[in-house]
């Protein structure tokens, strides 16, 4: 223990290594200088050039793309009809996005617990949920591990709710063979450089349905009735606001640069796997420290690797854990504090308690790089 840099020895690594990060190549360094010497910083062909890629890429039929995974997000639970005291089951273990989302339509965002294993929303506990004020479901794929998405597709048949999926995480993973972004009947991503597309500020909603679609790209352009790529190509020059929208368009530069990071997804999601296989192997026998796994039927994106450490056990704190980890140069962090447990949330009324294995295995998680 003396050893330790905590306790003044001498540190593993000399600088931090971030818990994630972007990585930029000279291809991308390339495409946002050709975006920057074009015609069009914003509303230009680079923006649908990369929602192009993006539906291939994940088999959707549309990719609506927006200026941040924040705005996707409301962006779909506006498109779902959410309105003001409408009910969305959502899960405790996530960033808070995912849940001020359903605040900013005006709906009542309702915590179902997870399961203690994979810390995804329980189908089970959701379907409990469930009320005549339900409108919609948003699971989230934690760490990169796709939610029970056919459980939550049946029950969203049955209760005729629409199934919004947070795959901020989960770009390039799959369930069932099939590619997360075609799940769900709204997909949202996240393009900050923790995730694994950067684009600075960024995000995505994928759909199969043309009028979600639509409802999509209106709401990020004001609720205007066209887009001006329409205006532009066409003869009218009338426009109307038909709902009040947001100024939640996604640059040119940026989508330059998404469509370029796209092309190495594959590359950066075998980097991710192997690391993770490595930690796994690395960890495999020390009986304190619980690693995170894949089901059978399901490949990971691996955003996150998130360990749950034994502490009662080790005789430490978590605290004491991650200010070692942290002295010794490895930026470790912790995703996430439950939701409901956040300030914001307990002042209206919500409590971490409701969601036990939410609250108890929090309590252990720490996300190694
Ligand atoms: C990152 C993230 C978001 C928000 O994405 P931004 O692009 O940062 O707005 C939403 N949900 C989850 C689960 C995330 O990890």
Redesign the pocket.
Known sequence: MSGLALFGGTPVRRELLPYGRQLLHDDDVAAVLAALRSDWLTQGPRVAAFEAAFAARTGARHAVAFS????A?HGAVHAAGVGPGDEVVTTPI??C??ANAVLYAGGVPVFADVDPERLLLDPDRASALITPRTRALLP?DYAGHPAAMDAFATLAARHGLCLIE?A??SVGASLNRRPVGSLARMT?F???P??HIATG???MVTTDDDDLAQRLRRFRNHGLSTEAGQRRDGVAWRYDLVELGCNYRLTDVAAALGTSQLRRLDANLARRRDLAARYAAAFADLPAVRCPTVAADATSAWHLYPVRFDVARLGTTRDTVIAALRAEGIGVNVHYVPVPSLSLYRNRGYRAEDCPNAAREAEQLVSLP
């Open positions: 941040s995974g924040t705005a997000l996530t960033f996005a995912t989230v947070d901020a995480h949202t996240s393009f900050h923790v995730k500020e960024g995000g």
